[in-house]
């Protein structure tokens, strides 16, 4: 069983930047690809971005390529998204999650109901 906890959200103006995190516990994520999805009010949840097992290769929305970065740091069990340039449509609340293939990497890291785990969720608000 795996235990994801996000931090890092809050209030910010547009322009402004964040920085998520995404803590694993139970076991270890190292062999898992990582994505960052959100939730607006009244909005399906939508993916944001994803890396495979090892951060080699990185996927993201058209929404956020260019302003949003995810890493990972497999030996502190943490995945991270950098967030720049943020605009009030970003406000959402953000979850990260763990892949259910280990060792994989393909377009199934962007799809929501190819993951295994999902932390609670932190909340993003982006002011004009």
């Known amino acids: 069983q795996v235990q994801l906890v996000e931090s890092g959200g809050g209030l910010v103006q547009a322009g402004g930047s964040l920085r998520l995190s995404c803590a694993a516990s139970?076991?270890?994520?190292?062999?898992?690809?990582m994505g960052w999805f959100r939730q607006a009010p009244g909005k399906e949840r939508e993916f944001v971005a994803a890396?495979?097992?090892?951060?080699?290769?990185?996927y993201y929305a058209d929404s956020v390529k260019g302003r949003f970065t995810i890493s990972r740091d497999n030996a502190k069990n943490t995945v991270y998204l950098q967030m720049n340039s943020l605009k009030p449509e970003d406000t959402a609340v953000y979850y990260c999650?763990?892949?259910?293939?280990?060792?994989?990497?393909?377009?199934?890291?962007?799809?929501?109901?190819?993951?295994?785990?999902w932390g609670q969720g932190t909340q993003v608000t982006v002011s004009s």
């Open positions: 999650a763990a892949h259910s293939r280990p060792y994989y990497s393909g377009n199934y890291l962007m799809d929501t109901t190819d993951y295994a785990y």
């Open positions: 139970g076991r270890t994520v190292s062999g898992y690809g």
């Open positions: 890396c495979n097992w090892s951060g080699s290769r990185t």
